[in-house]
């Protein structure tokens, strides 16, 4: 088993937490990573993009000129994809980019990334994450002392008003509740800020 030091909010070590060797040895796998995340932004994807066909082009109704005796080529509607102002052809329509990849190797990817996270230090975890009165200077002096001032991921567990406003109203933290944990927000992330408790939902999920 690996230690992980536990810290109370001024940053002194108060404790320690057992680690399981599944968790903290377990392989990276950066294409396996690289597979999910691109898979999370795919679905983030809004796919509004929209081209006008004929359908949604008004006028044209009126051929622009008699078929034959002219001399010009024929033509029956002046909304043509040929003509300028005119419909589009095949052009991109709303549509959804999302798609899914099997349970296992996104826990895989997840396990793999947040294990990274673990060796490198990139994981601080508190006796418990709270503010007193949930002012953001309080937020800013926890993460100070923490030194986690860039990118910073911070879980909970529970819904915590105090803590939530003390969080939210810095720019490079990102408030995340545990079960939603994923793998973009786990690699995007320089620091993540946790609970004791916290860590032990995320071992239990991880170590299935």
């Known amino acids: 088993m690996s230690k992980l030091d536990v810290i109370n909010t001024n940053a002194d ?3 320690e937490l057992d680690i ?3 968790l903290m040895d377990y392989p990276e796998k950066p ?3 690289h597979e999910v995340v691109k898979m999370q932004l795919a679905g983030r994807r809004a796919g509004t993009h929209a081209t006008k ?3 949604n082009i008004s006028g044209g109704g009126k051929k622009p ?3 034959k005796g002219t001399g010009r080529a024929r033509a029956g509607s002046s909304r043509s994809p040929l003509w300028v102002g005119g419909a589009t052809m095949f052009g991109p329509q709303p549509r959804s980019y999302a798609y899914k990849m099997p349970k296992k190797k996104v826990r895989s990817a997840l396990k793999s990334a947040f294990s990274s996270k673990l060796k490198d230090g990139s994981v601080k975890v508190f006796d418990k994450l709270a503010t007193e009165n949930g002012k953001t200077k309080e937020a800013a002096e926890i993460l100070a002392k923490s030194q ?3 990118n910073v991921l911070v879980l909970f567990t529970e819904y915590d008003e105090k803590m939530i406003k003390a969080f939210r ?3 490079y933290v990102k408030l995340l509740n545990v079960q939603g944990l994923n793998v973009y927000d786990t690699v995007h992330a320089e620091n993540i800020l946790m609970s004791q408790e916290c860590l032990q939902n995320v071992m239990e999920v991880l170590e299935k």
């Open 169 to 171: 109203n810095i720019p």
């Open 31 to 33: 294409w396996l990573v």
């Open 20 to 22: 399981s060797e599944q």
């Open 148 to 150: 986690a001032e860039r």
């Open 65 to 67: 000129w008699r078929q």
């Open 13 to 15: 070590k108060v404790d």
């Open 53 to 55: 066909n004929r359908a």
